[in-house]
């Protein structure tokens, strides 16, 4: 998990506006069994993880492989998501 930039008190103001994550994970994200890829949005209060031993499958801005979570690049989680 990372990002190419960061963004300025400006761009956080406006991504607030707009309701959308900023750049990173939120508060009180749950992550476990996950890759999470640059410039990833989760939100507040998201989990994140394969409790139950789950099929592979794709979702929207996420994908389960053997069991691991993985985010893309770019994705946008908004609070309070589960997957």
Known sequence: MGADSYETP???DENTRQG???IGIGDHA???NAIIDTNA???NNVV???FDKRADCDGENFHVRD???VIPKDSLIPDGVTI
């Open 10 to 12: 400006a761009q956080r």
């Open 20 to 22: 959308i994550p900023n």
């Open 30 to 32: 749950t992550i476990t």
């Open 41 to 43: 949005r989760i939100g």
């Open 48 to 50: 994140i993880g394969s």
């Open 67 to 69: 069991n691991i979570v």
